[in-house]
């Protein structure tokens, strides 16, 4: 609508609008071998539809894509936090995943895209 591609919403809430190269695509960010993980139960995966929340599930896709750039032990620290409080919300028990691996899975889950 204007030189710098408002909408007339933009432009009644004064908002600046950034233009990025493609979409993000979760899948892509992932690799392949956790798109098959033991948390695609049956009673898992009705648990997650019902426990995990849209506030839960954008921490989770945050915390996945900043991983990389956190110092191993922050990382390690926060993924297992993170993984103490899924185990629990989720009523899991799996004591051979780790808090990192529950993480990535549970996000895998929660944004991968049905066939």
Same mark, same amino acid.
């Not at 004064?14 to 992932?30: A, C, N, S």
């Not at 948390?39 to 990389?68: D, K, N, S, V, W």
């Given at each position: 609508?204007?030189? +710098?591609?408002?909408? @007339?919403?933009?432009?009644?809430?004064?908002?600046?609008?950034?233009? *990025? *190269?493609?979409?993000?695509?979760?899948?892509? $960010?992932?690799?392949?071998?956790?798109?098959? !993980?033991?948390?695609?139960?049956?009673?898992? +995966?009705?648990?997650?539809? /019902? %426990?995990?929340? @849209? #506030? =839960?599930? *954008?921490? =989770?896709?945050? @915390?996945? +894509?900043?991983?990389?750039? &956190?110092?191993?032990?922050? %990382?390690?620290? =926060?993924? #297992?936090?993170?993984?103490? /409080? $899924?185990?629990? %919300?989720?009523?899991?028990?799996?004591? /051979? $995943?780790?808090?990192? !691996? &529950?993480?990535?899975?549970?996000?895998s889950i929660l944004y991968d895209k049905p066939a």
């Open positions: 609508m204007d030189p +710098l591609s408002r909408r @007339l919403g933009d432009l009644a809430a004064d908002t600046l609008v950034i233009r *990025e *190269e493609g979409q993000l695509g979760f899948r892509v $960010l992932l690799p392949p071998s956790r798109r098959f !993980n033991s948390l695609r139960t049956p009673r898992t +995966l009705r648990l997650i539809r /019902h %426990r995990i929340g @849209l #506030e =839960l599930r *954008e921490y =989770l896709l945050t @915390l996945c +894509l900043r991983a990389e750039g &956190l110092e191993a032990r922050a %990382r390690f620290d =926060l993924m #297992e936090a993170a993984g103490r /409080h $899924l185990r629990e %919300r989720l009523d899991l028990d799996d004591p /051979h $995943l780790s808090g990192e !691996n &529950l993480v990535r899975d549970l996000t």
